[in-house]
């Protein structure tokens, strides 16, 4: 079943010169164009654009809404190109070589025994701060 993937990008702030584009709107339709025109080459289709609000601190205490233009782009995913999850009941296969014998503990990362009290070593105990 073919799921939609969605990608948001901000709307050019800013026109864009090119060869015979004249005056600011012409600019800004260029720019718009380039764009619309870089992510088609990705694989992505134009949906819509949008405007929606954005909150920015003002100051220490107060905030502003500001509003955001976007273009909102989509495409479609083939359930191939999803990563599959490995079913849970199937376990996978180890790395083969030696076997190893985890029967008794090695005695070179085994647990040395503490000392009860810092004074048996020689070492003054820490100042407790009341």
Not at 61 to 85: G, M, W
């Amino acid at each position: 079943m073919p799921t939609q993937e969605y990608k948001v990008l901000p709307a050019p702030g800013k026109g864009r010169k090119g060869r015979g584009v004249k005056g600011a709107e012409a600019r800004f339709a260029h720019a718009l164009e380039a764009l619309m025109n870089e992510m088609a080459a990705e694989g992505w289709h134009y949906l819509r654009s949008d405007m929606l609000p954005h909150e920015e601190r003002q100051g220490l205490r107060s905030s502003q809404t500001t509003y955001r233009s976007v273009l909102v782009f989509c495409r479609e995913i083939s359930a191939e190109a999803e990563p599959a999850d490995p079913p849970a009941d199937e376990t996978l296969p180890l790395a083969e070589g030696p076997e190893a014998d985890y029967s008794e503990p090695d005695p070179e990362f085994a647990p040395q025994p503490e000392a009860e009290d810092a004074e048996d070593q020689g070492e003054t105990p820490p100042e407790r701060f009341t």
